[in-house]
């Protein structure tokens, strides 16, 4: 598998070096932070204040900028991805757990009616048999599913914990501090691999893409959520203005932050758009891949198969 | 080398794609990665040549166990490269999700015409249940394949019989008689679904799958009607 990857790894740094050679020795590839032009190290360091500070808002902020509807978009990928009992989920960048949840939620109900088809069957059944396998299924209520949870900011894991005690999730749900661009897990591991507003804040996109193919078991998907590009104009202007006016303001009176605002709202406008994801995607070589707008395209899901 | 020329022909298009991924299902040592791999393309020239010498080596061992699984259910292509031994196997999406939709079909009397047969289907093929999501929830696909394969089954059976009929060694059966006959033997494929069959037609009913459905139906009559013998244009 190593030797596999090799050529693709070494087309990819040519590529990222070419820039580099040009500008000469000092030269350190210039990322965008926002609307400002700065190294790699130093937006990776940016975000993660930016999200150090905003952690403990996080939800509140979620559900005033976008007037709660964040969770229905959060619903809908949970429902494109259907999953079913013995799913074994990796939610990158999913700090304060809103897809881990409704994860969970969605299995449960699943094996809830798995498990009413099964006492229909039982009808015929000696009061023994029946007897065994509710005993069997009793401490199944997940039906052995799973979702590792991974962020990179320490807070916002904090903060995803918390809430995890407070609503009551024990089950099946764990916590890892991780760079999406280098997973601290072995490969062919997991059954789905999403990503829900977080693939914007990672500074090499493309070895996060290749992370997540490696992590994914063959068959295994990825789902991308993230704000992406409005093709029509009169909507697009609306959401311009209701982004660059509202937002920071909403930023600086509830959380105090009117920076860490300015910065999200300039990243959604620098993330590629659909299309372009979509060929980053294929690139990292997942199949099948596929968007869907949501909102017009104010949100895109991105769907691939590692086959 | 004619090999890999075979192949690189054939899988250009991916190779266009720069994607340096090898997948040569007859390196043993490295069976373990590949035999997850469910989909095999070529690899880049770079890659073919210095495994070509070593992979010759174990063309020797016939590895007749893991050929028949490793090949798609419908015809395929392949290649024979040096020696008359296959070299690589090129599958595409479309035949991997035929593989995954037929090894579905024994899972259809328990869980029914849905997603979780399907989950259950690419399980035994090796691939994570996830996989499923490249069908719609509802199991749709799943009967239509079902369907046109029994289509194509019929099709055949009736082609068998015509050429035995045409050697002499069968009569050839009134017009209603064969009729009879091959909706017989079209509706006695449906046994062992039966019960999960009033699902799937219902699903077939959807507006979203009646045109794919018709289609199937009415294709499969002109079918019977060809080999009753009905010569019309319509």
Known sequence: LRLCRCPARALLSRFAGAPRAR????????????FQTVTEEERREKIYQVFETVAKKYDVMNDSMTLGIHRVWKDILVHKMN????????????????????FINYVRSVRQRQLQRKLKHHQNLSWQEIFESYQKDKFNSLGDSQVVVCDINREMLKVGKQKAQYLGYSEGLSWVLGNAEELPFDDDKFDVYTIAFGIRNVTRIDLALQEAYRVLKPGGRFLCLEFSHVSNPLLSRLYDLYSFQVIPVLGEVIAGDWKSY??????????PPQEELKVMIEDAGFFKVDYENLNFGIVAIHSGFKL | KMAAAGGLRRAGWRLWRGRAVVRCQHYPPLRALQASAPLRRASNEHEKEPWTSSTQQHFDS??????????????HPSYTGQGGQESEDY?????????????????????????????????TLGLSVAAAGMFHSDGSELILHFVSECNTKLSKQLEEEQKLVQ???????PVDVFLRDA??????????????WPQALSVLLLP??????????????DDIWHYAGDQSTD
């Open chain 1, 23 to 34: 500008r000469g020795l000092a030269a350190r590839p210039e990322m965008h932070f926002g």
């Open chain 1, 83 to 102: 999953p079913c009992p013995g799913t074994l989920l990796l939610d990158v960048a999913g700090g304060t757990g809103d897809i881990a949840f409704r």
């Open chain 1, 262 to 271: 300015q910065y999200l709202v300039e990243s959604i406008r620098q993330f």
């Open chain 2, 62 to 75: 016939p590895p007749a166990g893991h050929q028949p699984e490793q090949k798609p259910q419908g015809p």
């Open chain 2, 91 to 123: 599958e595409s999406e479309e035949q991997l999700q035929h593989r995954i939709l037929t090894a579905a079909l024994e899972f259809v009397p328990e869980h029914g015409w849905t997603a979780e047969a399907i989950a259950e289907g690419a399980k």
């Open chain 2, 167 to 173: 050697l002499g060694e069968a009569e050839k059966k």
């Open chain 2, 183 to 196: 909706v017989e033997a079209r509706l006695r494929m449906l046994i062992p679904y039966i019960e999960k």
């Open chain 2, 208 to 221: 979203r799958n009646i045109p794919s459905s018709l289609n199937l139906l009415t294709s499969m009559i």
